[in-house]
């Protein structure tokens, strides 16, 4: 029972967060060297920002033709919406779906759907809240275009936020990644924008909360079940 109560807490950590755990831990020790009250606070701190980086094991769904969220946190925009044109997705309007991450979401991201990369572009840009639609054009970004195996494409973009000034990717264009497999990680609060194939439909609505990894978002086949909604 202790064990299992421990495991629902202690969180596998990613690497990227080891060094600010350091930090953490270097600024708490001398904090309680000045005074008692501060360090603790700086130890609270040190929790966040090693709960902020944490990499729990998700468990991707096993059924074919699906789509999962690439990220932990609330769909706060829907609708059809033109690709980053850096992306080469074209200039006709795709279905759009923003998962907002807070502080407190779970920040690695995770692929949609299984797919060859073909495309991974950087663009600078703004830190405007990540939840405004305007943030998908005027902020800092990093997009990936990705071939499925029938030839269908889509797009995966993170966007930086009002907190979050650091994109990771450590995926680059022609690798071939796994559906669920991590691509990459947003530093303190940020966005990520799917945008679908060719023929796939959404199942989830807007203020649901996703799992990345484990969500489903959308059905590649196009059916739209009620069983499949939310899984």
């Known amino acids: 029972m202790a064990v299992s109560m421990l495991s629902t ?22 904090g309680f060297l000045i005074w008692a009250p501060l360090g603790w606070i700086c130890a609270g701190l040190t929790v966040w920002v090693y709960y902020f980086f944490r990499d729990p094991v998700r468990v991707v769904p096993e059924r074919p033709g699906v789509m999962v969220s690439p990220a932990d946190g609330l769909v706060s925009l829907m609708g059809p919406a033109v690709p980053p044109a850096e992306l080469d997705l074209g200039s006709a309007p795709m279905m759009r779906i923003c998962v907002f991450m807070s502080v407190f979401n779970c920040h690695v991201n995770r692929l949609p759907a299984a ?21 998908s054009e005027d902020n800092e970004r990093n997009g990936l275009a990705v071939e499925m195996a029938d030839g269908r494409r889509y797009g995966v973009v993170q966007i930086a936020g009002l907190v979050a000034r650091r994109i990771l990717c450590w995926s680059q264009a022609g690798q071939t990644l796994a559906t669920g497999e991590r691509f990459g990680l947003i530093r303190f609060g940020s966005r990520l924008d799917i945008y679908l194939p060719e023929g796939a439909v959404p199942l989830v609505s807007l203020g649901q909360t996703m799992v990345a990894g484990e969500t489903v978002i959308a059905d590649l086949g196009g059916r739209n079940s009620a069983g499949d909604r939310g899984a």
């Open 9 to 30: 807490f202690v969180k596998p950590m990613h690497p990227e967060g080891r060094k600010f755990v350091a930090i953490g831990l270097a600024v708490t020790l001398v």
């Open 115 to 135: 797919g060859r990369i073909t495309k991974v572009a950087y663009r600078p840009g703004k830190f405007l809240n990540a939840s405004l639609d305007k943030a």
